[in-house]
């Protein structure tokens, strides 16, 4: 019997790992890191349920890190099986993973010092670059809508996700004597988000192993998240501050810039100037660039109305800053700078050495367009912390905290349910990757609408052959 087990992103939103074990493979959808804490710990605690020679493929939904990051590590503990993805997540993988691992290492030179001066033991690398560029290597790109026979009776085919670039929905069918069709949506974007296109729904399916991250919210319009953008920037100019943007470097740095950009030509970015202070983002913004043509078609109209082909041409008060030096240049700014700046979550990264020198002072405003993680800074000043410890330091916080929940690149709770309503063949739903709160919010809507409905448990096996669980529950209930 087919089954599915979710190692990771079961009951939170983080650590997207699921084991698909058939009669002829054993493949994973996703293998992506736990996000908190310092690149370091957090590796050492991560750890497999499963042998990692004993996996004939991975199918990768997309490039974002807490889906793909544990991927080097997989193939030093003994994975060299292909890796089914699109090929733009093919091109972001070359980046991502590369940067997550001269910052790791980095991180374990500096932590191994620090125990040689202590006379303790030293930590070993767990995964080296060499291991980056043997995932680059097994990385078999598959274009979209096209279905491909991959291991054993099994046939893959991706779906647009409109989550971020070449991010898919994985639809796997089988042709065994018991056949079943599943669908793995991956992140699901927001339906009007610039620059992606809508997410496709599936024809039909048996299982749904979806998403659920906002699915207790839904998020404010484009329109009123913009309005709202439009009013911090002119309060921070009243009060003569800056404005940090944490924004991760792959869509929602692109995402900002595209909003920037139409500000700059209505004329409300006057005596203001755009620092993208990320040489991660950097190098991800000229990728989409570089596929341009695959983004949403109204997008590019704005662009080229304006005579830009490239989002630095949209916004021409935008100034990379690579290297370190450019990015210490940006703290002589007393006001007028809008420092977009990674890590998203503020995990590690520049944002965290410009908050240091804002955090606490009140004319400074600090802007979150993302979901922030339990356990991160990010999610600790969206809450309203009044001191945070970062860098070895206690720092007041007296600037200014604002979300904006709009920029979301995850659909919201009734995109999710429309979604899900509109796959054929009354497929029983699985939810994952969502805190429990969201979880279990949108699985009562989702049984309302008829649907059977279950929240993954890690590691709980869950049968593809059968419409219910090993639990005898009725169809059309919602199992927690």
């Known amino acids: 019997m ?99 691992a001269s910052l790791y290492l980095r991180d374990l030179e500096a932590a191994n010092t620090r125990r040689r001066r202590a006379g303790s033991r030293l930590i070993k690398p767990r995964y080296g670059m060499d291991d980056v560029l043997s995932v680059l290597k097994y990385c078999q790109p598959v274009p979209w809508h096209q279905a491909v026979a991959i291991e054993g009776d099994l046939t893959l085919r991706f779906l647009d996700a409109g989550h971020i670039l070449g991010s898919a929905i994985v639809t796997l069918n089988s042709g065994g004597a018991r056949p079943w069709r599943l669908v793995f949506s991956g992140d699901l974007g927001a339906s009007d988000r610039v620059l992606m296109r809508e997410p496709e729904v599936p024809d039909a399916a048996d299982l749904v192993l979806m998403e659920g991250t906002y699915g207790n919210r839904d998020h404010r319009s484009q329109d009123a998240t913009v309005a709202e953008l439009e009013d911090i920037i002119r309060q921070a100019s009243r009060d003569g501050g800056n404005i940090l943007m944490p924004a991760f470097a792959v869509g929602r740095t692109q995402e900002l810039l595209f909003h920037l950009g139409c500000l700059y030509h209505r004329g409300l970015l006057q005596n203001w ?113 009044k001191q945070v410890r970062m860098l070895g330091q206690r720092y007041a916080v007296h600037a200014q905290i604002h979300t904006l929940g709009g920029f979301s690149a995850h659909a919201g709770r009734s995109e999710l349910l429309r979604w899900a309503g509109a796959i054929g063949g009354q497929p029983a739903l699985r939810l994952v990757h969502g805190e429990a709160e969201a979880l279990e919010s949108l699985a009562e809507g989702l049984t309302a609408q008829g649907h059977e409905v279950s929240i993954a448990a890690p590691g709980e096996p869950w049968p593809l052959n059968s419409t219910a669980p090993d639990s005898g529950a009725p169809p059309h209930s919602y199992q927690q």
């Open 2 to 100: 087919a089954t599915i087990t979710s190692l990771g992103a079961a009951r939170e939103v983080t650590g997207s790992c699921h084991l698909l074990e058939t009669g002829s493979a054993r493949l994973l959808l996703d293998c992506g890191m736990h996000q908190g804490g310092d690149s370091v710990s957090r590796l050492q605690k991560e750890r497999f349920d499963f042998r990692p020679r004993d996996i004939d493929a991975v199918v990768l939904s997309h490039a974002h890190l807490d889906h793909c990051g544990l991927l080097p590590l997989l193939v030093a503990e003994g994975f060299h099986g292909p890796i089914y993805c699109t090929e733009a997540t093919r091109n972001l993988l070359a980046i991502m993973l590369e940067d997550a």
């Open 273 to 385: 100037h755009v620092f993208l202070d990320s040489p991660m983002a950097i190098e991800v913004t000229r990728l989409y660039d570089q596929w341009l043509d695959a983004l949403d078609h109204d997008d590019q109209r704005v662009m080229r109305h304006f005579g830009a082909h490239t989002l630095s041409q949209f916004l021409p008060v935008l100034s990379p800053t690579p290297t370190v030096e450019d990015s210490m240049q940006i703290n002589r700014m007393e006001r007028g700078a809008i420092i977009i700046a990674g890590s998203g979550m503020c995990t590690g990264g520049r944002i965290r050495h410009h908050l240091k020198h804002r955090l606490w002072q009140a004319r400074n405003h600090i802007i979150f367009a993302g979901f922030q993680a339990r356990g991160t800074l990010g999610r600790q000043l969206v809450d309203g912390a």
